[in-house]
């Protein structure tokens, strides 16, 4: 019996950041042998962003990078080095799928593309992934997520106000492409399954970012009207938004609320001891039309609750809330803890390290985890050995010369 959904998919993974990285992951994870092609002659960023351990910098202490790479095996290779594109050609022969996510004129600069990837193996399934794509007027335009973020629409309709911007956190649109990536990926390999041919995806996270943003595009090609940044106003549910509860041990306590029709809004009110009536917000159409207002009076009531007991009461009335967890709270949540969701990995640099888990379950085949990230080429010479069959002395001439570097 297979014991993992992607045992023996063999995956060459140039990829680097979050896009690629992140879809390859998945892959890994569930069982495909997945070679990350990189060098310390230009280590992916990543490498060296924060949370490092113990607070040092070092391309092998990044948690940042540790979380989009388990699972891999890592190759250091100079593609600069002619040597080096010779052994990469050589890795296409082994693979069978090879990803990338830099800007169409890196892989062309080495003969690395897929016109001539597919005359060596015809039946290649090979993916790319930059910001705007492999076509275009700006194809070439380089950059990250947040400046995607910004180019597709997010950074407008986010914030308190039109005047007042507030940007979704990080690299937005890295976390929305990837799971296109991942599927388009899955079904490239179901048809290789049927046909026994391959081919190339071009994944613009431009493109797939955008259905991120459907309600307010298909609202804006049947009204014309353009969704623009309002907090957390809402034009189903109110009262609806974040509200700050009492302090707890110094720290801000918040609770997050979504009523849906008049019934929550009735018992919303009971919890918070509001019995009278309250004609000007009895309705839904009253409160949208009055958020403002009703926004001031449910701060002021939450506020002086603690916000557990809070939550634990409007949840045994029927009304949608939760608590406004911190990632230190996310640790130690015991539904996360029930689903065995936090895997402690033993890094060869940096010890036992925690890693998101899953967001899925595989009955019959349930993925895991299977090693923590790679040191920068810590499986160079296992590749070159396992995969194509060089000698040590091969390998040592190839250090020796900084094609493995």
């Not at 990632?327 to 033993?346: E, V």
Request: aromatic letters at 10%; hydrophobic letters at 40%; proline letters at 6%.
């Amino acid at each position: 019996m297979t014991r993992y959904a992607l045992e023996g998919v063999r995956v060459l993974d140039f990829s680097w950041v979050g896009v690629g990285p992140v879809a390859t992951k998945y892959l890994a994870d569930n069982g495909a042998d997945v070679i990350r092609v990189e060098s310390a002659t230009h280590p992916d960023v990543l490498r060296m962003a924060p949370p490092w351990k113990d607070a040092a910098p070092g391309v092998n202490r990044s948690q940042f990078f540790a979380s989009y790479n388990t699972s891999k095996r890592s190759l250091a290779l100079d593609l600069s080095q002619p040597k080096a594109r010779e052994i990469a050609l050589r890795l296409v022969g082994w693979a069978e799928v090879v990803v990338e996510s830099f800007t169409p004129r890196v892989l062309r600069r080495y003969g690395l593309e897929y016109d001539s990837l597919r005359k060596l193996k015809p039946e290649l399934v090979m993916l790319s992934t930059c910001l705007q794509g492999q076509t275009g007027p700006r194809a070439e335009f380089p950059g990250f997520g947040q400046l995607m973020s910004g180019l597709s629409g997010f950074y407008y309709i986010s914030g308190y106000s039109p005047d007042s911007l507030c940007p979704p956190y990080g690299a937005y649109t890295d976390f929305v492409s990837t799971r296109f990536v991942a599927i388009a990926l899955l079904s490239a390999l179901a048809y290789r399954r049927r046909t026994g041919r391959g081919q190339y995806i071009d994944l613009a996270q431009y493109e797939a970012s955008l259905h991120n943003l459907a309600p307010a595009l298909v609202d804006y090609f049947a009204t014309g009207r353009v969704l623009t940044a309002r907090a957390n106003r809402s034009e189903r549910y109110a009262p609806h938004g974040a509200y700050r509860c009492a302090d707890e041990d110094g720290q801000q306590r918040w609770i997050a609320l979504a009523v849906g029709d008049d019934a929550q809004w009735r018992a919303l009110m009971r919890v918070l001891g509001q019995n009278h009536d309250q004609p000007r917000f009895a309705t839904m159409r009253r409160r949208l039309n009055a958020f403002d207002e009703l926004d001031h009076l449910i701060a002021a009531l939450v506020r002086a609750w603690q916000a557990e007991e809070l939550v634990e009461r409007l949840q045994a009335n029927g009304v949608p809330a939760y608590r406004v967890q911190s990632c230190t709270d996310l640790h130690g949540d015991p539904n996360l803890a029930a689903f065995g969701f936090w895997h402690w990995l033993d890094h060869k640099e940096m010890g036992p390290s925690p890693y998101e888990g899953f967001q899925h379950r595989l009955s019959r085949t349930p993925g895991e985890l299977r090693s923590p990230a790679p040191l920068l080429g810590e499986h160079s010479a296992e590749v070159l050995s396992s995969v194509l069959g060089l000698s040590p002395e091969e390998i040592e001439e190839l250090k020796r010369t900084q094609v493995l570097l």
